[in-house]
């Protein structure tokens, strides 16, 4: 891995591959390590560049930051690259960062997939979610509660359990605190009134049965993106790219392509 600095923070990326440069923006608690089947696909027709976001993985831990700290770092991530042309993917989290970016830096990225996306929250999805169903959840521990909800979450639950597998083995876990900060960064953010500034080429996914973020809030997203397209994965839930893997990359290639 690659190491830059902005501002005095850590912030480490993986780049590999060469052509255009294409962007991957991880989820909330995640890592790099997420997209292992999307770097391997992508490199060899991209210079593909997978950042830790800050609080993430091996990128620098604060007590404090904001879903504009991630945005700003991924300018400074282009800068430091010196880029002028990217693709960008953003996964849930991601896909938060990368609407702040198509926004921020308008003129620079020129085509852009959100999967299980939203424009705006009042809070993260996971605690909306959680909060949706406290009743059912009362009494069990902060582990027991993630994994009742993730029936509320995903679809294909033995692809999404091998891929957390696999993520969680190559990549450095959170500690709850860590995580809870990591939360706080997403708190009230809203993008609906900036989003009409984007030019970048968009395609929106969203699965089917994403509890987190539902489809609707996919579609709204879209429309407020000038000729957006919205797709949804049918045996998906809150990560298509891992539940229907060969619809989404055959989808995302013939997209960026």
């Known amino acids: 891995m690659a190491v830059f600095e902005k501002n005095g923070t850590q912030l480490y990326y993986v780049d590999t591959g060469e052509g255009q440069p294409l962007l991957l923006l991880h989820g909330l608690s995640s890592s790099h390590a997420m997209f292992?089947?999307?770097i391997d696909f992508f490199k060899n027709k991209y210079r593909v560049i997978a950042p830790d976001a800050r609080g993430h993985g091996h990128s620098e831990k604060h007590e404090e930051?904001?879903?504009q700290d991630h945005i700003d770092d991924a300018v400074a991530l282009l800068d430091h690259l010196e880029l002028d042309s990217v693709y960008v993917i953003g996964v849930?989290?991601?896909s938060y960062i990368a609407q702040g970016?198509?926004?921020?830096?308008?003129?620079?990225v020129?085509?852009?997939?959100?999967?299980?996306t939203k424009p705006s929250g009042l809070q993260a999805s996971m605690e909306e979610l959680l909060e949706r169903y406290a009743d059912e959840l009362e009494g069990l521990g902060p582990i027991d509660k993630l994994n009742?909800?993730?029936k509320y979450m995903f679809h294909n639950h033995k692809r999404v359990g091998q891929w957390l597998?696999?993520?969680g083995e190559n990549s450095d876990?959170?500690?709850m605190n860590e995580q809870k900060i990591a939360s706080e960064a997403l708190k009230g953010f809203d993008f609906r009134p900036e989003l009409s500034k984007v030019k970048a080429e968009t395609l929106v996914i969203s699965g089917t049965h994403d509890g987190l973020n539902p489809p609707e809030k996919g579609r709204e997203t879209a429309v407020l993106i000038p000729d957006a397209t919205f797709m949804e994965f049918k045996r998906s839930g809150h990560a298509p790219n891992v539940e229907q893997e060969e619809l989404f990359l055959g989808i995302a290639e013939n997209f960026l392509e």
Request: aromatic letters at 6%; glycine letters at 4%; a positive charge.
């Open 36 to 38: 292992y089947r999307e």
């Open 65 to 67: 930051y904001t879903l």
């Open 92 to 94: 849930s989290m991601g």
């Open 101 to 108: 970016l198509a926004i921020q830096a308008a003129d620079r």
């Open 110 to 116: 020129k085509k852009l997939i959100l999967v299980a």
């Open 148 to 150: 009742h909800a993730s």
């Open 165 to 167: 597998k696999t993520t």
């Open 173 to 175: 876990q959170l500690t």
